[in-house]
């Protein structure tokens, strides 16, 4: 067994003698015996997360303490700890792919992003429900391989409004936009807060605690927050289908798809519509968006419509 593990298994143990006696101390609460054994243990299961923490950052690891705090009286079920630990995880390794690969509009990540960005369990800790994560790190005199993305990580909890998110697809791709909404809404569905402490391997800690209603927030703030775009396009096609009642209109332009939608209330139509006729279309084409499902719209409004035979020459 190496050294590393040989320490992990170590800290794994005491933490989970100190949740034992705290579970016995819950049914015996003035039992003096157990409380001082608590104590004890308590003591020496620090001493081997610092000894942990200290072998970590001799081997270039990062060390991260991933706090669930349950808000309700159900606890921590399987499942709802799952999600939130592997939305985590496709967030993190999102974040990463997004600083050193370039940003992206639809999720996923390269293999080599998911290698790098991998996180390993340690153990469990007491304090509500705790897990102690690792990441092989590089570093070099200058800075570490993960650095950025920690630092981006806690940049992309700061979501306030729906401006910080459009700033924050900007800055970082709309997948990862997508990657805090799916980890978010895994830890409201759970009921957890979040407290999520990084020590990186030159020593630095940061951390931050992501109460549940913050959360829930934030994927109100995605949920509502489109990226919108709108151009001229101007295409030369037939006209296959109108309504002059419903104001709507279908073309088949020489080269490309179809285009239907809404004709603007600004034209009027004094000779009517030939169907089937060729006609110059101005159309002002409105796309949208969507962080929380990837999903996009596009509306079509039709301004001007001009029979191919009556353009002046």
Not at 4 to 12: I, S
Request: glycine share 6%; hydrophobic share 40%.
């Amino acid at each position: 067994m190496s050294d590393y593990a040989f320490v992990a298994e170590k800290a794994r143990k005491a933490f989970d003698a100190v949740a034992k006696l705290e579970a016995a101390i819950e049914r015996s609460p003035e039992d003096r015996v157990l409380q001082v054994n608590l104590a004890a243990t308590r003591r020496y299961a620090e001493q081997t997360r610092t000894e942990m923490e200290q072998l970590a950052a001799f081997k270039r690891m990062e060390v991260c303490q991933y706090r669930l705090i349950s808000e309700r009286s159900n606890g921590y079920s399987l499942e709802h700890v799952a999600k939130s630990l592997l939305s985590y995880q496709q967030l993190f390794s999102q974040i990463y792919d997004a600083v050193n690969n370039g940003k992206k509009s639809r999720v996923g990540v390269g293999r080599e992003a998911e290698i790098a960005s991998a996180l390993e369990f340690g153990f469990t800790f007491s304090g509500s429900l705790g897990v102690m994560l690792l990441a092989r790190g590089e570093r070099d005199s200058i800075a570490g391989r993960l650095d950025a993305p920690i630092e981006a990580l806690y940049q992309v909890l700061e979501i306030k409004n729906r401006d910080d998110v459009r700033d924050m697809a900007q800055r970082l791709g709309r997948a990862v936009i997508k990657r805090v909404h799916d980890w978010s809404a895994a830890n409201v569905k759970g009921g957890f807060s979040a407290d999520i402490s990084w020590r990186r391997s030159d020593g630095r800690q940061l951390g931050q605690m992501v109460h549940s209603g913050q959360m829930e927030r934030i994927v109100e703030y995605i949920d509502a927050a489109t990226d919108e775009k709108t151009l001229s396009v101007s295409i030369k096609g037939t006209l296959v289908g109108a309504d002059l009642v419903s104001r709507t209109f279908h073309i088949k332009p020489l080269a490309g798809e179809s285009r239907t939608g809404q004709i603007s209330q600004g034209i009027i139509f004094e000779d009517g519509l030939i169907l089937n006729r060729l006609y110059q279309a101005e159309i002002t084409v409105t796309e949208a968006y969507y962080y929380a499902t990837e999903q996009k719209t596009q509306i079509n409004v039709l301004n001007q419509l001009t029979p191919i035979d009556m353009q002046p020459t």
